[in-house]
């Protein structure tokens, strides 16, 4: 249930959150072919390339944040960001032809009203289209794009919306004692690192001979760049001013607020020094061209390697070796880009995929032993030294030492679901052994009912998105054209 109830989460406003949010970023070594730019096809509406690469942009500035600016591309492989944008536009798009086959649609008003009401487009609380139509061309987006995105995110509320419905008296009193329930528990947490992993070389080459397909190097390209620095650029306060005031809807913080001038400066400076020095770079690239000047650096980079932009990385893919693309900017400065050589995908050598294939069968050795240690130490639990919890309820958080925050709720989640006395549960990478030792009903709070409630509309709403999407699944089929995107 949460497994899917997390891509709903997504479903509304995601799209355009994106497309107002900061820059792309490109999803790596996945990009393989597909078919006339889609990557897939859910039921009957295929999903474009473009769709990928802005929820994939979205989720990894927002892991990027939280991870305090220190998330890359490996990082970002290895958290499946890329599955997992896929899995929320998959989801998305089951609802969408479930939408679009039992009539379910968004008027032009409504689509009108939403768009009035983005604050980003607004001037002293009215919705100005001189800021609309301003947004629309720093992007180089159509207002059909981004009116269809934002007819698709309504169209989802909508249909989710519609299938909502409130709990009853019964169901909000059942909700009311399992809320109120409350267990004392002892417990053992069992950890990868309980688990040596010996691998011998013969198994090494064997697991690698055998999964050969998963060890495959990304598309690469040799690129030349000749890049026009703007550092020196001088300029007046009044063209910063001007400047500013002319594209102040690019100025926003994360909750989409408004930002001054002060706040935005080095972000104002930036953009108006690329745009001083945009007549320098057409002059650079028709001078690259001509071959009277020679390129400043010469690069060899993964396919959407973050140096360079999305839309740079599209345009690229579209070119020829020998080709050199007119001035885009990247890295905060003009770059012109000439296509040397590609350098096509293929299975890596042993030698080259050993870490990768070392750290797989490590973690599959790890894991399958941490199962095998916490069925054992099941059997033998009043042998075990355990530790011994204070009365657990769902609504108040407990650490349950050595599990962080977050871990002990997601236990203490997974323990109030499971009809089991004694058992084991999975949280993240761990296990825990537990045996309830004592079970009672805590006094009921006369204040609870409003987040009884909640809690019980929630509740019954996610079990029906749960049952729905499992609906959904068989009634429209996914077809992937592109590898990768799945795990």
């Known amino acids: 249930m949460q497994r899917h109830n997390k891509y709903l989460v997504w479903t509304i406003w995601v799209a355009t959150i994106a497309f107002i949010g900061a820059g792309f970023v490109g999803w790596g070594s996945y990009s393989f072919g597909s078919k006339a730019g889609n ?10 390339q473009s769709k990928l690469n802005t929820l994939y942009s979205d989720i990894y500035n927002d892991y990027n944040q939280r991870m305090l600016g220190e998330l890359d591309e490996a990082k970002a492989k290895e958290l499946g960001l890329v599955q997992q944008a896929f899995r929320i536009i998959t989801t998305q ?3 969408l032809n479930f939408a679009k086959e039992n009539g379910i649609i968004v008027s032009d008003k409504e689509v009108a009203e939403a768009l009035q009401n983005i604050r980003l487009f607004q001037e002293n609380g009215h919705f100005s289209k001189a800021l609309y139509d301003r947004y629309l061309k720093s992007r180089r987006m159509t207002a059909k794009t981004f009116e269809t995105t934002l007819r698709e995110e309504l169209t989802l509320t909508k249909t ?34 309980a688990i040596e992993a010996e691998i011998k070389n013969d198994e090494l080459r064997a697991y690698w001979e055998e999964h050969k397909e998963r060890f495959i190097t990304p598309k690469a390209y040799t690129l030349s760049i000749l890049w026009t620095e703007n550092a020196d650029i001088e300029f007046t ?32 400076i930036n953009d108006l020094k690329l745009k001083k020095s945009k007549k320098e770079a057409q002059k650079a690239y028709i001078a690259f061209k001509k071959g009277e000047v020679s390129s400043s650096e010469k690069l060899t980079l993964r396919v959407n390697d973050t140096k360079l932009s999305t839309e740079i990385w599209e345009e690229i893919t579209q070119k020829s070796t020998g080709d050199i693309l007119k001035p885009k900017v990247a890295s905060g400065r003009y770059a012109t880009i000439k296509i040397e ?25 790890q894991q399958e032993g941490l199962w095998a240690l916490a069925e054992k130490t099941l059997q033998n639990f009043e042998d075990t030294n355990t530790t011994i919890s204070e009365f657990l309820t769902l609504n108040h958080n407990v650490n349950l030492a050595p599990l962080n925050d977050e871990e002990s709720v997601q236990f203490i989640q997974k323990l109030f679901t499971s009809d089991e006395e004694k058992g084991i549960i999975h949280v993240v990478d761990k296990i ?6 004592e079970q009672k009903v805590m006094p009921v709070d006369a ?22 999407l499992q609906m959904l699944d068989k009634k429209y089929p996914v077809e992937v054209y592109v590898q990768g995107l799945t795990n």
């Open 39 to 48: 990557i897939a096809k859910v039921g009957e509406i295929e999903i474009p």
């Open 93 to 95: 798009t089951k609802v």
């Open 160 to 193: 989710l919306d519609l299938l909502t419905v409130d709990a009853l008296p019964f169901e909000e009193k059942v909700v009311s004692s399992a809320i109120n329930v409350a267990d004392k528990i002892a417990y053992k947490v069992l950890t990868l690192d």
């Open 237 to 268: 306060e009044e063209e910063l001013r001007k400047h500013f005031t002319e594209n102040s809807f690019n100025y926003t913080d994360q909750e989409g607020r408004q930002l001054t001038l002060e706040e935005a400066r080095e972000r104002v």
């Open 341 to 365: 050589d590609v350098i096509e995908p293929r299975v890596k050598h042993f030698e080259e995929a050993e870490a990768e294939a070392r750290a797989m069968v490590q973690m599959k050795i």
């Open 432 to 437: 825990v052994i537990y045996n309830i030792l």
């Open 447 to 468: 204040n609870q009912s409003i987040s009884v409630s909640q809690t019980a509309n929630q509740l019954k709403k996610s079990i029906f998105e749960d049952h729905f």
